[in-house]
């Protein structure tokens, strides 16, 4: 099953700076008030595997079902 990736969306072209690896939209975690999350229709997770340490980011995904990572601002 491939991974996907969902970018928590607060509206008005604005993000939060979390960002979801998920098998499954089931999987994500509750949204910060007033956000949702929307999938990134253009991940490729074979092309962001090859950067350096994000495997492990994908490997969490697999093993917990989901991985958030918080995007420093």
């Known amino acids: 099953m491939k991974i996907r990736k969902f970018v928590e969306d607060l509206g008005y072209g ?3 700076n ?3 690896y998920a098998l499954d939209e089931s ?3 509750e949204p ?3 956000a949702k999350w929307r999938e ?3 991940f490729n997770e074979s092309e962001s595997a090859e950067n350096h340490g ?3 980011v994908l ?7 989901v991985a958030v990572v918080e995007k420093k601002l």
């Open 14 to 16: 604005r993000v939060s």
């Open 18 to 20: 979390r960002v979801a």
């Open 27 to 29: 999987n994500l975690p």
């Open 32 to 34: 910060v008030a007033g």
């Open 40 to 42: 990134d229709k253009d």
């Open 54 to 56: 994000f495997h492990r």
């Open 59 to 65: 490997e969490a995904a697999r093993r917990n079902g």
